[in-house]
């Protein structure tokens, strides 16, 4: 018999994107799905867009506004399949990406197939997002939509509730549960970059310090799991890669004020001392070439305080770059 695959969407206010991703769905060339969409309380259309889809391999689940962690833990709860994909609902998805995956699986016996992305702007332009560093963590990305995922690696495992960042917070443990990951350079999946209201673009809000829980979650359930002492440094690169590259060069350097910069900057320098207090000797590096040599001095100037030098190596050419290319 087929093997059944859960795809699950959770869907909260998205009207203008829910019809594309859906339609990505439905007309996947492997057809044995369970396709559950979670409305996550929506207040716009999306409710009752979603009434009006009659494939027959749907399943709604309606719930009050939870966030988007709720959503996908109560797909899972209530998920059949023997394998399971998560889609966000205002992004789409290559029309064979279940069936590459399965023929993947069957080809290596992969327990989890971890493919790579588009980045899609409002204009339709599309970014090759290549996931090539040599760390499995960092290669992964921590978000749950680029991977195919046998059912049982969710096992025991959940979204922390009522956090930014909750995918930080399990998908990495889901990562390093794994016995046989493989991964694909295939682009299987379009990621919408430039949504307004979309958690990655907000800025000047330092709720994105929530990463620190989150990565002291993957940490707790990876010792539950007892595999943490095998992945530690893995998880090393975890923590260099969201809380020091990408906090101190994505979000940081928005806040308004320098004052507010140095003492976020302080928490990013004082937690990595705390979990560990060799990591500015243990070579690790974010991007390649050019870019991770810019990344790492501007890293290093931010955390010494001398914020204005940062911007100058770092925020300037970031902001004049993404203006010219979209992205």
């Known amino acids: 018999m087929e093997p059944l695959v859960s795809v699950i969407v959770p869907v909260y206010n998205v009207e203008n994107y829910l019809e594309r991703c859906a339609e990505s769905i439905f007309k996947q060339t492997y057809a044995h799905l369970e396709i559950i969409f979670v409305d996550d309380g929506s207040t716009d259309s999306s409710g009752a867009m979603l009434e009006t889809f009659s494939d027959p391999r749907i399943r709604v689940i309606t719930q009050e506004n939870g966030g988007q962690a709720a959503a996908r833990n109560a797909g899972l709860d209530q998920m059949t399949g023997d394998y399971v994909i998560m889609v966000d609902s205002d992004d789409y998805i290559a029309p064979n990406l279940v069936e590459k995956c399965l023929k993947t699986v069957t080809q290596t016996e992969a327990d989890l197939v971890m493919f790579t992305s588009y980045n899609v702007n409002q204009s339709g332009d599309m970014q090759y997002i290549p996931r090539n560093s040599g760390h499995l963590l960092t290669d992964a990305g921590s978000v749950p939509w680029n991977k195919f995922y046998t059912a049982s690696l969710w096992e025991k495992l959940r979204f922390p509730t009522g956090y930014?960042?909750?995918?930080?917070?399990?998908?990495?443990?889901?990562?390093?549960?794994?016995?046989?990951?493989?991964?694909?350079?295939?682009?299987?999946?379009?990621?919408?970059?430039?949504?307004?209201?979309?958690?990655?673009?907000?800025?000047?809000?330092?709720?994105?310090?929530?990463?620190?829980?989150?990565?002291?979650?993957?940490?707790?359930?990876?010792?539950?799991?007892?595999?943490?002492?095998?992945?530690?440094?893995?998880?090393?690169?975890?923590?260099?890669?969201?809380?020091?590259?990408?906090?101190?060069?994505?979000?940081?350097?928005?806040?308004?004020?320098?004052?507010?910069?140095?003492?976020?900057?302080?928490?990013?320098?004082?937690?990595?001392?705390?979990?560990?207090?060799?990591?500015?000797?243990?070579?690790?590096?974010?991007?390649?070439?050019?870019?991770?040599?810019?990344?790492?001095?501007?890293?290093?100037?931010?955390?010494?305080?001398?914020?204005?030098?940062?911007?100058?190596?770092?925020?300037?050419?970031?902001?004049?770059?993404?203006?010219?290319?979209?992205?």
């Not at 909750?166 to 390093?176: F, I, K, N, R, Y």
């Open 164 to 327: 930014w960042y909750e995918d930080l917070g399990v998908v990495p443990a889901v990562v390093l549960r794994a016995e046989k990951p493989v991964k694909l350079d295939d682009a299987l999946y379009f990621y919408i970059t430039d949504r307004a209201d979309s958690q990655s673009n907000l800025q000047n809000d330092t709720k994105f310090l929530d990463v620190i829980p989150m990565l002291e979650n993957v940490t707790n359930e990876l010792k539950a799991l007892d595999i943490f002492e095998a992945s530690k440094a893995e998880v090393e690169t975890l923590y260099m890669e969201h809380l020091v590259y990408r906090t101190v060069l994505r979000k940081i350097i928005y806040l308004e004020g320098t004052k507010q910069r140095k003492e976020v900057l302080k928490i990013v320098r004082e937690t990595m001392n705390s979990h560990f207090p060799k990591w500015e000797k243990n070579g690790y590096r974010s991007g390649s070439g050019l870019t991770a040599k810019l990344k790492y001095l501007a890293v290093r100037l931010y955390l010494q305080g001398f914020v204005h030098l940062g911007d100058l190596v770092w925020k300037v050419p970031f902001e004049k770059r993404r203006q010219q290319t979209g992205f």
